[in-house]
């Protein structure tokens, strides 16, 4: 297992972070991270390699790039530049990396809200990328949460083309994603639905 390290605050800290970040820019996405991180720890725990407290604290902050919001995938960036200055290297991976299953600038959904540059610089970090299991993962529970609690990959796919809109390469990306949990079920032995607290008692309401 991966120790936590220079590279990657406690979970203490990526909490702090967290709130601090609410408190520039509150919404569903706090909520939604927190679900996140859950997803994580709760998957990893039958992970033979992944370390579920690490996988906690990665979720936490996959999203901080928010706190400069309002904003859309610019976040992405955001949240990279802003946990590389911290020194969290490892966590300003997942910033970059969690909202590309193909990691190709291409398969963004909606309208860049940066600026030309910041696409390109984006699309040369994606490049020196190779996806790491850990990457994977939580690609795979960004899919799985919503602001108020645990979903099906269909409902998350159905959330973020309500918001984002839809392009040529978008299908593409859906068969990434199905083919993610397909991974996850096969390396943990069991269908990662059932690993989510009080999800299946959902599904069967």
């Not at 976040?75 to 802003?82: A, S």
């Not at 390109?120 to 850990?134: I, M, P, Q, Y």
């Not at 690609?139 to 984002?164: H, K, N, S, W």
Request: glycine share 8%; proline share 5%.
């Amino acid at each position: 297992m991966t120790l936590l390290g220079a590279a990657l605050p406690s979970r203490e800290v990526a909490e702090q972070l967290l709130l601090d970040a609410e408190a520039l820019n509150p919404g569903g996405w706090v909520p939604h991270s927190r679900y996140v991180a859950l997803a994580a720890r709760s998957i990893a725990e039958h992970h033979p390699t992944l370390d579920p407290q690490r996988m906690h604290t990665l979720g936490l902050l996959h999203d901080i790039g928010r706190r400069t919001g309002p904003n859309k995938d610019r976040h992405i960036l955001d949240g990279y530049d802003f946990l590389t200055t911290l020194g969290y290297e490892d966590a300003a991976r997942i910033a970059l990396t969690h909202s590309f299953v193909i990691p190709d600038v291409a398969t963004l959904q909606g309208a860049w809200d940066g600026t030309p540059d910041e696409l390109t610089r984006l699309g040369n970090l994606l490049a020196a990328v190779t996806l790491s299991e850990e990457d994977r993962l939580l690609q795979l529970c960004d899919m799985l949460a919503l602001p108020d609690g645990f979903c099906t990959i269909q409902e998350r796919i159905l959330d973020v083309a309500l918001r984002y809109t839809v392009n040529g390469r978008t299908p593409e990306k859906w068969r990434a994603k199905l083919a993610l949990k397909a991974h996850f079920d096969q390396v943990c032995g069991v269908n990662i639905y059932r690993l989510l607290p009080g999800f299946v008692e959902r599904l069967l309401a």
